[in-house]
């Protein structure tokens, strides 16, 4: 039975398509965004769901250009890292671009606040739901981001720690995504790891299971 309150065809059809056309961006081309397009980006992202709606997402817009070259360099040590553990396909890693931070038009960190643990509702035998909703607001910019003709690509290659020293963040505080977010050239028709061959995507079915896990163990 079709629900009395589904959106038109064309509304649910800008929705789908949205939703299989968002691409995580890492090329950049130099323009600024347009006027008002950043708060929009954060409203949407302030309306995502959240645990016990505890909003557990803070923004912090970076735009001093030798701060922006110090997360740089600490992305470029993570990956470099990454790299070394990827024994035979270390060189191919390192072909990959994994972030645009000195090209986007908007760089954001986004982390969780410290003072999480007062919040229980949701939370007692699963702490990292506050992440989860994180993840939730985060999605909900690159979707409107992809609908505005944005890129916005999620750079998670740095050591947390480091990166809250830096940006004086409070204990217990930690940041979980570095956003690059800006005009670009076109958008990757596929995920950009897959048109590099890094990896193939698996089709949903290979997801779903009924009533019990699997026996044979799926990777
Ligand atoms: C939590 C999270 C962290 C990610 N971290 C990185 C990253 O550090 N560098 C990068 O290039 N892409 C990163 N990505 C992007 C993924 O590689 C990308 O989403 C995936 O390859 C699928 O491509 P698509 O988003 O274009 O569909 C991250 C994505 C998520 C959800």
């Known amino acids: 039975m079709k629900s009395k309150h589904s959106y038109s065809n064309v ?3 800008a929705l789908y398509r949205v ?4 691409r995580d961006m ?3 081309v130099n323009a600024p965004l347009e006027k008002g397009l950043l708060a929009r980006l954060l409203t949407v992202a302030n309306q995502a769901p959240s645990v016990g709606l505890m909003q557990p ?5 970076i ?9 740089k360099e600490r992305v470029e040590t993570e990956r470099k890292l990454t790299a070394d553990l990827l024994d035979s396909r270390k060189s191919e890693f390192l072909k990959l671009k994994v972030e645009g931070i000195l090209e986007c038009a908007e760089l954001l960190v986004v982390a969780l606040p410290d003072g999480r643990e007062k919040h229980l509702f949701g939370r007692r035998t699963m702490p990292d739901m506050d992440l989860a909703s994180v993840s939730c607001a985060i999605q909900n910019m690159w979707l409107a981001a992809r609908a505005e003709g944005i890129g916005l690509g999620w750079v998670s290659l740095f050591d947390p720690k480091q990166l809250a020293t830096l940006l004086n963040m409070p204990e217990d505080s930690r940041p979980i995504a570095i956003l ?3 005009h670009v050239e076109k958008f990757y028709e596929k995920p950009m790891l897959v048109e590099q061959n890094w990896i193939k995507p698996i089709e949903v079915e290979q997801f779903l299971f009924e009533n019990s896990w699997p026996k044979k163990n799926h990777s």
């Not at 735009?63 to 997360?71: R, S, Y």
């Open 26 to 28: 890492r090329h950049f």
């Open 11 to 13: 509304e649910k059809d």
């Open 63 to 71: 735009t001093d250009q030798d701060l922006k070259i110090a997360i």
């Open 57 to 61: 997402w803070r923004f912090i817009r």
């Open 180 to 182: 690059c977010i800006g």
């Open 19 to 22: 939703i299989a056309e968002r």
